[in-house]
């Protein structure tokens, strides 16, 4: 068992009825029982966590607790940083919405879910917080044993990202040079604005007209502000795009086409 500090945990009361009630990790009972495990811990539906500045989002966590005595409650929470104690980053700030169903079928286990709203602006106030945060999950069973696993999954949040095309001249005659610039930028949750991504490689993609896929020409590094700039020679009309795969800590990004009339 641990005391944690007053952060907005749930306690999701396992009954069949599956009752919320809000409260703070701090466990009065008695050590930890080593016969409760965790799984099929999930967090938004195993997908990654994308955020621009402003951005508002919901964000699950689903999760099986169990134990042979049986599950009297439950809670999760993420957490980034190097360990619990010393995490920069929590979630939930705030009491979210979850519920915890003991199913008659599996009376010793505990399908466990929490809806975590999230406000880029208000709970990410630094950009070393990208990456992969872990997820917290404990439990209480009916005899009063009180277990926590700091690491029970894993979760990324991720910087949006943004990036332009503009191909000229339209329209061309064909195998002249056509000129593609474009700029890559993300999201800078510390200023709450986008800035240019600079020293990442974009690949500059290419679909004939009347077709519906895009075949790759080349790959180009940004440049200072996240700039982008190459040549290609104009062979048949069909739209140019810049595509961004993302990094760890970056979103992925896909630009509209860009249309050029070769004549």
Not at 94 to 122: E, L, M, N, Q
Not at 163 to 172: I, K, L, W
């Amino acid at each position: 068992m641990r005391i944690r500090p007053a952060v907005a945990v749930i306690f999701l009361t396992a009954t069949l009825s599956a009752s919320v009630l809000p409260a703070t990790a701090q466990a009065s009972g008695t050590a930890a029982a080593d016969d409760t495990t965790f799984s099929n811990v999930v967090v938004n539906g195993g997908k990654d966590i994308v955020l621009g500045p402003t951005t508002r989002k919901t964000v699950t966590i689903t999760w099986t607790a169990h134990d042979p005595e049986g599950i009297a409650a439950s809670w999760a929470y993420l957490w980034h940083g190097p360990n619990t104690d010393d995490a920069d980053g929590i979630l939930p700030l705030y009491p979210p919405a979850g519920t915890c169903v003991v199913s008659s079928a599996a009376p010793t286990a505990a399908a466990c879910k929490v809806s975590i709203a999230v406000s880029a602006a208000r709970d990410f106030d630094h950009n070393g917080l990208a990456g992969a945060w872990k997820v917290l999950t404990g439990a209480q069973d009916t005899d009063d044993n009180w277990t926590e696993t700091d690491v029970a999954g894993t979760a990324n949040f991720k910087r949006y990202a943004g990036v332009t095309v503009n191909a000229s001249p339209e329209p061309v005659k064909k195998g002249r040079t056509i000129t593609v610039t474009g700029k890559l930028t993300r999201a800078n949750w510390e200023s709450g604005t986008y800035t240019g991504y600079q020293g990442r490689p974009v690949q500059l993609q290419f679909r004939k007209k009347g077709s519906s896929v895009y075949t790759a020409l080349k790959t180009v590094t940004t440049g200072v502000g996240g700039k982008l700039r190459t040549t290609t020679k104009a062979k048949t009309d069909g739209y140019y795009r810049f595509v961004f795969t993302g990094t760890p800590t970056t979103g992925p990004s896909t630009a509209k086409g860009d249309f050029v009339d070769v004549r």
